[in-house]
T-cell receptor
Framework: EDQVTQSPEALRLQEGESSSLNCSYT??????LFWYRQDPGKGPEFLFT???AGEEKEKERLKATLTKKESFLHITAPKPEDSATYLC??????????FGKGTRLHILP | GAGVSQSPSNKVTEKGKDVELRCDPI?????LYWYRQSLGQGLEFLIYFQGNSAPDKSGLPSDRFSAERTGGSVSTLTIQRTQQEDSAVYLC?????????????FGQGTRLTVV
């Protein structure tokens, strides 16, 4: 069965304190791995797609990386506005997109 | 349209009533997904439509839940005989659904409260 596990469940950082969020997955025939950001009361906002091991993508203070078993979302020198829930999802050969439970990130000023 | 549109944004219904939730995907997107998100939880897959293929209904929690997509565009999620445990945010997403363009874009959701 396809599974996505994210850790930690919650993370509190001081402004400027860099860290990484983990997404480990088990899927048959990975077509893509996605990262989303979700603010309270809103739908998830697309951030990145990664397709193959070794691929990296960056956007402002965020960088996503992919291996054959997991993905990391690195946050460099975060600001309070980076506070949100970050969701990881995988798309398998059957085209379904399965989500992890997310990491709630809180950046303290 | 500019983005995925869902209506209503909020719905309060009495236990036992039927409800219909609507999703207008991004124009030209062939793939459409429905998810359910309970308070503080992740996204639970419900159903997936791709073009004219038979939908993947493997995530529907019971036979009270059904969805259809008319003309390959607008989709309606119907919940019959609603129960309190159906209270959640129902999210719809669409994607181009082919090649390397498979990322899904979400609407703002419908918050359903069953009283």
């Amino acid at each position: 069965e396809d599974q996505v596990t994210q850790s930690p469940e919650a993370l509190r950082l001081q402004e400027g304190e860099s860290s990484s969020l983990n997404c480990s997955y088990t899927v048959s025939g990975l077509r893509g791995l996605f990262w989303y950001r979700q603010d309270p009361g809103k739908g998830p906002e697309f951030l990145f797609t990664l397709y193959s091991a070794g691929e990296e993508k960056e956007k402002e203070r965020l960088k996503a990386t992919l291996t054959k078993k997991e993905s990391f979302l690195h946050i460099t020198a975060p600001k309070p506005e980076d506070s949100a829930t970050y969701l990881c999802a995988v798309q398998a050969g059957d085209d379904k997109i399965i989500f992890g439970k997310g990491t709630r990130l809180h950046i303290l000023p | 349209g500019a983005g995925v549109s869902q209506s209503p944004s909020n719905k309060v219904t009495e236990k036992g009533k039927d409800v219909e939730l609507r999703c207008d995907p991004i124009s030209g997107h062939t793939a459409l997904y429905w998810y359910r998100q309970s308070l503080g939880q992740g996204l639970e897959f419900l159903i997936y439509f791709q073009g004219n293929s038979a939908p993947d209904k493997s995530g529907l929690p019971s036979d009270r839940f059904s969805a259809e997509r008319t003309g390959g565009s607008v989709s309606t999620l119907t919940i019959q005989r609603t129960q309190q445990e159906d209270s959640a945010v129902y999210l719809c997403a669409s994607s181009l659904g082919y090649g390397l363009n498979t990322e899904a874009f979400f609407g703002q959701g419908t918050r359903l409260t069953v009283v």
